[in-house]
């Protein structure tokens, strides 16, 4: 049983709310009054180049950035606000998946799954080992509690980093760029991992990307960031009607190399 | 008229501009200073706080003193022989000989010991912490243990810092302790020197306060070096140079905060010592 003293569940229908957040670094404006909503146990999908800000709204859900203005509400409870200390159990709910999967490379596998539970749980030696053969069995991987991350294909990385990011049964997953980086079937075995983790624990997940494909495979909501500023916020299957000319460039050029 | 346009005119003033670059030097300088205390002191906070990571401090106790171990017992034994053999030169003008052991001894446990042991681990130990840490940082490790709901600075700097504190004092004793075999070997053995004259000198003017000195210098060292270390890698930023700047910048600042803090040691604790009353400095 973990040990998770997490602030009470509101009925708001949205995991994560996003209300009227700017965000600047030094004099460069990052985020221009973001406004976004995630539904809970949907998959949403923040779309967008590279420097539009996408990371820096996922650091603020998380709340490892604090916004200039706005509001962030997860769960109802408003983030920007709370002291370290309720931060961190906010953070609980959170499971993350990092671009370069970010597993310590001191340590092994096994290790690195087992992390957040020897934190945070009052398990037995036993009962860990067993939680982690299960969650990188969820993710398809066995027998590799043993290997160091640097022993490790850039695909199975990933596998590991959400296999930790899901340790604690989180009710929101955020993935940091999943597909960046990786060749066509890797790419499609991330895809069908996000589909999995979010059929199979039904959890809320955040996909920030700029690969259309893996979007549009993926999402129940995609939102389109350029320059800050959310230009786009449709369900999935709307995206390609999309008439903001942002967009459809966006769209466009990704068909068009297809 | 706002204080940034008063800088700008002066900046535009080329009589004033020095004074102008020496003033932002000296804020931006004191800033980093401040930063680095707060670092230090939310660092020793978190450590006396649980989750209290035993495992994790005996891991960074064992790399920063067993580790060191043999760097610093080959530093002491030829400090203390060389340290020796200059001596003895001077002192046979005056035919006095027989004080060398007092000489160096004092020399060694007063200063060499603590400062030499500081520069050694500097060079093994900080930039070992500033590396680590700063791959950690831009490797978005250290992001990671933070979206884990598991606070960064106790779990990696705190261990690091209350390692050095214990260990280092104690590499500074070990110092201490193959300097003077080093010293004895080269006064008696080699050069001759009496062997009851030389313990006895020893004996009547080395007191435990010297080798005190010392101890309490070497604890402050130790805990300036690893917080630097610790300081600069967890604020790397900029990939493979920016942890490569980080490593330089934890050695050079540790190694010349460790000449500035001895002198200020120094002077603080001669105050507490009877003997020394009567120094000026």
């Not at chain 1, 953070?91 to 999967?101: L, N, T």
């Not at chain 1, 290997?147 to 850039?154: D, N």
């Not at chain 2, 306060?209 to 890698?233: E, N, P």
Request: hydrophobic share 45%; net charge neutral; charged share 15%.
């Amino acid at each position: 049983m973990t040990d998770t003293t997490v602030v009470s569940v509101p009925d708001s229908p949205y995991a994560i709310e996003v209300k009227n957040v700017c965000k600047s670094f030094g004099p460069n404006p990052v985020l221009k009054n973001v406004n976004l909503k995630v539904r809970r146990g949907k998959t949403r999908v923040i779309l967008g180049p590279s420097g539009s800000g996408k990371t820096v709204i996922m650091k603020h859900m998380i709340g490892l950035l604090k916004p200039d203005s706005g509001n962030i509400l997860v769960d109802g409870v408003d983030i920007t606000t709370l002291p370290h200390n309720e931060l961190l159990n906010v953070r609980r709910k959170f499971g993350m998946v990092f671009q370069q999967a970010a597993l310590f490379d001191s340590m092994t596998v096994g290790e690195n799954v087992s992390f957040p539970l020897r934190e945070h749980s009052v398990l037995s030696k036993e009962a860990i080992a067993e939680k982690v053969r299960e969650k990188l069995g969820v993710v398809d991987l066995k027998n590799i509690e043993h290997k160091y991350p640097a022993e490790l294909s850039g695909g199975m990385r990933k596998r590991v980093g959400l296999a930790r990011a899901i340790v604690l049964e989180p009710s929101i997953v955020l993935y940091d760029e999943p597909t960046t980086g990786l060749d066509p079937l890797t790419t499609d075995s991330v895809d069908k991992m996000i589909l999995d983790a979010s059929k199979r624990l039904n959890v809320t997940s955040v996909v920030i990307s700029h690969d259309v494909g893996s979007a549009l495979l993926v999402a129940d909501d995609i939102a389109v960031i350029h320059e800050g500023v959310i230009v786009e916020d449709v369900p999935a299957k709307e995206i390609r009607d999309s008439t903001h000319p942002f967009v459809r460039e966006f769209l466009h050029t990704w068909f068009r190399k297809q | 008229m706002s204080s940034s346009s008063t800088l700008e005119r002066l900046n535009e003033n080329p009589v004033a501009r020095p004074f102008v670059a020496i003033g932002n030097m000296a804020i931006s300088g004191l800033t980093e200073l401040g930063l680095v205390v707060q670092f230090f002191a939310s660092a020793v906070a978190l450590a006396c706080r649980p989750p209290f990571r035993v495992t994790l401090l005996l891991n960074q106790m064992e790399f920063v003193g067993v580790g060191s171990l043999f760097i610093i017992m080959l530093t002491g034994t030829f400090t203390g022989a060389v340290f020796t053999l200059q001596t003895v030169n001077g002192l046979a003008q005056f035919n006095l000989e027989s004080v060398v052991g007092t000489t160096v001894m004092i020399g060694v446990t007063r200063e060499l010991a603590p400062v030499l042991t500081a520069l050694m681990v500097t060079g093994r130990v900080a930039s070992a912490m500033a590396t680590e840490l700063g791959t950690m940082r831009v490797t978005e490790q250290i992001d990671a243990m933070e979206v884990m709901a598991v606070n960064p600075v106790q779990y990696l700097a705190s261990p690091r810092i209350v390692a050095s504190a214990i260990m280092v004092p104690c590499l500074s004793m070990l110092f201490v302790a193959v300097a003077y075999a080093g010293a004895y070997i080269m006064a008696v053995p080699v050069l001759g020197i009496d062997e009851g004259a030389y313990i006895s000198r020893i004996q009547e003017y080395v007191a435990s306060y010297d080798v005190m000195h010392g101890f309490y210098k070497s604890i402050i060292l130790g805990v300036l070096l690893a917080t630097v270390g610790c300081y600069k890698g967890y604020n790397a930023a900029g990939g493979a140079r920016g942890v490569g700047n980080a490593t330089t910048q934890a050695v050079v600042i540790s190694s010349i905060s460790v000449f500035v803090l001895d002198y200020v040691l120094s002077a603080l604790l001669m105050k507490f010592e009877p003997t020394y009353n009567a120094v000026s400095y």
